[in-house]
């Protein structure tokens, strides 16, 4: 089991910032320190990491954990296909071989005259 396998959010390397930055409010301040540290010690991006000593401060003077699930679906990955229609020989439209020199029946398209 690697170290990222252990961190309390799941997929944490894949977490937009955004995301992760609501994530971590669900943490405690053990799984947060755990976070930060693996943050420090790979990325290491600014705004993470302060966001995170901000959010181990309010942990610290009192705050609570917000009680969602780090696990929970992500927002930020888009749902499996639901299926649609399957494209095969029989579904296919005509084939279309359009005139050489433009439709001769389309005003759009002067006619040469000469």
């Known amino acids: 089991m690697s170290e990222r396998d252990s ?38 991006r600014v705004q993470v990491v302060s966001a995170m000593n901000h959010r181990l401060s309010e942990l610290r003077s ?20 639901s299926g649609g229609s399957p494209v095969s020989e029989a579904t296919t439209g005509p084939k279309i071989n359009p005139p050489s020199q433009g439709d001769p029946t389309n005003p759009a398209q002067p006619r040469s005259t000469g």
């Not at 937009?16 to 420090?40: F, H, M, N, W």
């Not at 969602?68 to 679906?73: S, V």
Request: charge should be negative.
């Open 7 to 44: 961190l309390p959010l799941p997929d944490y390397d894949h977490l937009p910032v955004g995301s992760l930055t609501s994530r971590i409010r669900t943490l405690d301040a053990d799984g947060l320190q755990t976070v930060l540290a693996y943050e420090k010690s790979h990325a290491n």
């Open 62 to 81: 009192g705050d609570q954990p917000s009680g969602g699930d780090p696990a929970a679906a992500q927002p930020e990955q888009a749902p499996a296909p």
